[in-house]
């Protein structure tokens, strides 16, 4: 027989919440019992003081440990991430960045889409000729700002 105290102890919280008291609570939307979680006050966050080199090496093991990446964030209403370029919808592949503004934009890159009419999706990266002349025709050795095709066109070459 499993017991809700063993259910809970093994289901956590989100980021920057706690287990709140009740641990538990009946949801009104569907009825079902579930955590409550309580969102962390200034008292509950971890302070680490830094005073030797011992005291260095096990305050980067535990930054380490603790980071917390900014790889999701919410684009048009949907979870996304951030910095990885994937196939994409309407050129051959798309990546979602952060501008300087904040704000979550799509960038899309790479011979596809309409400018395709047909023809086949492959660089050939691999032929160090071609891949002299675009790298020079494109500026790669200053791509510009991460926010725009040409960064990534050029990492991908």
Wanted: with cysteine.
């Amino acid at each position: 027989m499993i017991k809700l105290i063993d259910i809970l102890k093994e289901i956590e919280c989100w980021d920057g919440y706690k287990l709140g008291k009740p641990k538990t609570k009946i949801s009104s939307k569907t009825g079902e019992r579930v955590n409550n979680c309580v969102p962390l006050e200034e008292d509950d966050i971890d302070e680490y003081d830094v005073e030797s080199p011992q005291d260095i090496k096990e305050f980067v093991q535990f930054m380490r440990e603790y980071k917390q990446t900014l790889s999701e964030a919410e684009y048009r209403g949907r979870k996304v991430q951030l910095g990885k370029p994937m196939q994409g919808d309407i050129k051959k592949f798309k990546v979602y960045v952060k501008n300087p503004k904040g704000k979550v934009v799509k960038v899309n890159f790479g011979f596809g889409g309409t400018s395709a009419k047909g023809k086949r999706m492959n660089i050939k990266k691999n032929n160090p000729v071609r891949r002299k002349a675009y790298r020079a025709r494109h500026h790669c050795d200053t791509p510009g700002p991460r926010w725009k095709a040409n960064y990534w066109s050029c990492r991908k070459w």
